[in-house]
């Protein structure tokens, strides 16, 4: 398949997103543990995600998915810039704004990478699915790529804050005695508590912090100037694609000759009824490059409202939600909890950067198997080995005694998690498309609703 530009461009915006959002958005439970602040951050976000979900079709369908997209990637610029500094004042109006990109951002992605691998599909429409699976193929291992790459980058940077304050003669190098009885599952961050180690949270060094924000900014501003000059304008909420120059005029002389055999074979035929049957062929190629008319915006909110509604008592996504919900809350247990309890407490801040690295890693390896497994042998098997995945992991983190010496158990269970999630995620989303495929758009905004219920949880 020859090189998509334009979809490439949009890929290296993903990459750039992903790194920065994703890398901050995993250690803010862990930079804010004071008061729990980092939790109510999170928890904030998917609230105001769960309201601001309800309008994102109405913007999307009457803004376009472009701006959608560059108004979720400017959001999160502000999350990440919020996390500069740890107070009420910062984290918390990060949150929010955290809540508004997932939003936006998670419904737009989708129809975006769809957008492209139908627009690659145009000139051979009998190949859609093919080149839409490929497409979002590419889209998905890029996202969570970009995971081990943003978390990689954190590691590194917090390794070498430990390291220079191990040889800074200002710096109190005494390694601290853990106690290992206040993590796990026995992390209830109870104030003295988490101030008595709070260098297990947070850089040796305040400078750290600043680099890492500041960096992870300048790669989310290349990431939106990415996308502003290089992203087409011509992404319509209803996945309609303009058929480029070159494919309307093949389009438009392929008809015109399918018209003129069509004629010829009738003996009843004349060249008045061809002539027509030619401007007729014309004004539908006009028409379908013609961006949609104008309409009001309440007509947009109504329509997208009932829509919504509609398909959310739908019995089969009431049944799919529950499995959203479970998703969302698993993923939230990871990024809130783990991060903080398990990796944090018992390995260290600089290590949690490792712990997601393995966690998406997994993740990314699962999403591929799982699709297989499922073509071959439908999603119950899949589905049934993720679930005894995770009662496993949730079992041995409660009853789990930590010691000196045991701690790299902390690394399987972010493997195993990510194995889960992997088959979870994969296989849920592809339900949503499945079952509603003929309101794509609706279903993907609505999984992004039902997901973030169970992230608030």
């Given at each position: 398949?020859?090189?998509?530009?334009?979809?490439?461009?949009?890929?290296?915006?993903?990459?750039?997103?992903?790194?920065?959002?994703?890398?901050?958005?995993?250690?803010?439970?862990?930079?804010?543990?004071?008061?729990?602040?980092?939790?109510?951050?999170?928890?904030?976000?998917?609230?105001?995600?769960?309201?601001?979900?309800?309008?994102?079709?109405?913007?999307?369908?009457?803004?376009?998915?472009?701006?959608?997209?560059?108004?979720?990637?400017?959001?999160?610029?502000?999350?990440?810039l919020g996390n500069m500094h740890s107070s009420y004042y910062t984290v918390?109006?990060?949150?929010?704004?955290?809540?508004?990109?997932?939003?936006?951002?998670?419904?737009?992605?989708?129809?975006?990478?769809?957008?492209?691998?139908?627009?690659?599909?145009?000139?051979?429409?009998?190949?859609?699915?093919?080149?839409?699976?490929?497409?979002?193929?590419?889209?998905?291992?890029?996202?969570?790529?970009?995971?081990?790459?943003?978390?990689?980058?954190?590691?590194?940077?917090?390794?070498?804050?430990?390291?220079?304050?191990?040889?800074?003669?200002?710096?109190?190098?005494?390694?601290?005695?853990?106690?290992?009885?206040?993590?796990?599952?026995?992390?209830?961050?109870?104030?003295?508590?988490?101030?008595?180690?709070?260098?297990?949270?947070?850089?040796?060094?305040?400078?750290?912090?600043?680099?890492?924000?500041?960096?992870?900014?300048?790669?989310?501003?290349?990431?939106?100037?990415?996308?502003?000059?290089?992203?087409?304008?011509?992404?319509?909420?209803?996945?309609?694609?303009?058929?480029?120059?070159?494919?309307?005029?093949?389009?438009?002389?392929?008809?015109?000759?399918?018209?003129?055999?069509?004629?010829?074979?009738?003996?009843?035929?004349?060249?008045?009824?061809?002539?027509?049957?030619?401007?007729?062929?014309?004004?539908?190629?006009?028409?379908?490059?013609?961006?949609?008319?104008?309409?009001?915006?309440?007509?947009?909110?109504?329509?997208?409202?009932?829509?919504?509604?509609?398909?959310?008592?739908?019995?089969?996504?009431?049944?799919?939600?529950?499995?959203?919900?479970?998703?969302?809350?698993?993923?939230?247990?990871?990024?809130?909890?783990?991060?903080r309890a398990y990796a944090s407490c018992i390995l260290g801040v600089r290590?949690?950067?490792?712990?997601?690295?393995?966690?998406?890693?997994?993740?990314?390896?699962?999403?591929?198997?799982?699709?297989?497994?499922?073509?071959?042998?439908?999603?119950?098997?899949?589905?049934?080995?993720?679930?005894?995945?995770?009662?496993?992991?949730?079992?041995?983190?409660?009853?789990?005694?930590?010691?000196?010496?045991?701690?790299?158990?902390?690394?399987?269970?972010?493997?195993?998690?990510?194995?889960?999630?992997?088959?979870?995620?994969?296989?849920?989303?592809?339900?949503y498309g499945e079952y509603f495929i003929k309101q794509q758009q609706v279903?993907?905004?609505?999984?992004?609703?039902?997901?973030?219920?169970?992230?608030?949880?």
């Open positions: 398949m020859a090189t998509d530009v334009p979809f490439t461009l949009f890929l290296s915006g993903v990459l750039l997103c992903g790194c920065s959002t994703m890398a901050v958005y995993c250690l803010v439970s862990s930079l804010n543990v004071d008061e729990g602040l980092g939790t109510w951050s999170l928890a904030l976000a998917y609230v105001s995600s769960l309201l601001v979900a309800n309008v994102t079709p109405v913007i999307g369908c009457y803004f376009g998915v472009k701006k959608l997209l560059i108004t979720a990637e400017i959001s999160w610029l502000l999350f990440i918390l109006p990060a949150g929010f704004f955290l809540g508004c990109g997932e939003a936006f951002g998670w419904t737009s992605l989708p129809i975006i990478t769809t957008y492209f691998g139908k627009r690659r599909a145009s000139a051979d429409p009998a190949s859609m699915k093919k080149h839409v699976r490929y497409y979002t193929g590419f889209y998905f291992g890029v996202l969570q790529g970009s995971g081990v790459v943003g978390n990689g980058i954190t590691f590194a940077a917090l390794h070498i804050d430990q390291s220079l304050a191990r040889v800074d003669l200002t710096y109190n190098s005494t390694e601290r005695n853990i106690d290992y009885s206040v993590c796990g599952a026995n992390d209830c961050q109870i104030g003295n508590i988490t101030s008595a180690s709070m260098e297990q949270y947070t850089p040796a060094f305040p400078i750290t912090r600043y680099v890492l924000i500041l960096f992870y900014s300048v790669l989310m501003i290349c990431c939106i100037l990415l996308h502003s000059i290089f992203l087409p304008n011509d992404i319509h909420w209803n996945l309609t694609t303009p058929k480029s120059n070159v494919h309307s005029e093949n389009s438009k002389e392929a008809l015109e000759m399918a018209v003129l055999k069509s004629k010829s074979r009738k003996t009843e035929s004349n060249n008045s009824e061809i002539t027509e049957e030619k401007n007729l062929v014309t004004d539908s190629i006009r028409t379908e490059n013609t961006p949609p008319e104008t309409v009001s915006l309440l007509t947009v909110f109504t329509t997208t409202f009932k829509a919504t509604i509609k398909m959310s008592f739908n019995p089969k996504h009431m049944l799919v939600a529950l499995l959203s919900i479970y998703n969302g809350m698993t993923i939230g247990y990871v990024v809130a909890e783990l991060t290590k949690v950067g490792v712990c997601i690295m393995l966690f998406s890693s997994a993740d990314c390896i699962f999403s591929l198997i799982a699709g297989k497994m499922a073509g071959k042998l439908g999603r119950n098997l899949p589905y049934f080995i993720a679930f005894i995945i995770d009662i496993g992991l949730y079992v041995f983190s409660m009853h789990w005694e930590i010691n000196a010496g045991n701690e790299w158990p902390v690394y399987i269970i972010f493997l195993m998690f990510g194995c889960s999630d992997g088959i979870w995620q994969t296989l849920i989303t592809a339900m279903a993907y905004n609505l999984w992004n609703v039902m997901l973030n219920v169970g992230l608030l949880i």
